[in-house]
């Protein structure tokens, strides 16, 4: 691991004087100055996991709970693994504000950058191989995004007219798709964080818990899913939605 020269003025422990970052000895009292090193890519001070609050997110739960909640398990993971981060690091980083700026435009890009780029850091410290890109993240993530607004367009949500039948079934592809690109991501992502939770651990760990939120966005989502087959198969009439008797 390489070093490079302090740049930060050296106080002399004899006298207390401040000298110069080059300085090897004390101006004041001629005393030689134990000048520190600033190393690159230092390992940082990490909390030991706790096995009864385990970090650990089998795939398989990610794809079930991404299909369920229609999605809506995206904000849930960027909340509970941004969380985990600061319980694991000790810094202060807003779980639930950086979850809901998932729903800002352009500026939740940059978060999920972090998110991304944060955790491939923490790996690095702790020399664990990553195959976490947090560029390549945030274009799939984008590509998802126009495809939900494609899916928007093709049911006439900007139009204000009622969608064909061909066009909603088309939206509900396209949907089906970005939801496939989601749920890839984070189930690459996850893969990278089991491995560094398990790494610190030193030993298996068990599934982390079910939670309330995710209960939550699973019963919303099957609501979803139910609303959305109830028009597929003709037993609501698209153009009668939202107007009152």
Not at 121 to 146: C, E, F, R
Not at 158 to 183: D, K, R, T, W, Y
Request: with cysteine.
């Amino acid at each position: 691991m390489q070093t490079r020269p302090n740049t930060d003025p050296v106080p002399c422990a004899n006298c207390g004087s401040i000298n110069e970052p080059s300085a090897r000895f004390c101006g004041q009292c001629g005393s030689e100055l134990a000048v520190p090193t600033v190393r690159d890519a230092l390992p940082r001070p990490v909390m030991a996991l706790d096995r009864d609050s385990s970090y650990l997110i089998p795939g398989q739960r990610i794809v079930v709970m991404m299909a369920l909640s229609s999605g809506l398990y995206f904000f849930y993971w960027l909340y509970v693994t941004w969380k985990q981060y600061q319980e694991h690091t000790g810094d202060e980083v807003y779980p639930v504000w950086h979850a809901l700026t998932r729903l800002v435009p352009v500026y939740g890009l940059f978060r999920i950058y972090a998110h991304m780029k944060a955790f491939r850091d923490l790996m690095g410290s702790a020399n664990i191989a990553s195959s976490i890109l947090p560029g390549p993240v945030v274009g799939i993530v984008l590509v998802s995004d126009l495809l939900n607004l494609m899916a928007l367009a093709l049911n006439g949500a900007f139009s204000g007219e009622p969608a064909s039948q061909a066009m909603s079934n088309l939206a509900l592809v396209v949907n089906i798709l970005s939801l496939a690109f989601q749920a890839g991501i984070l189930l690459v992502v996850q893969r990278n964080l089991n491995s560094y939770w398990l790494h610190v651990n030193g030993a298996p760990l068990p599934p982390a818990r079910f939670g309330t939120g995710e209960i939550v966005l699973a019963a919303v989502g099957t609501a979803g899913w139910m609303l959305t087959a109830a028009l597929l198969f003709g037993y609501i009439d698209p153009a009668t939605m939202g107007q009152t008797p």
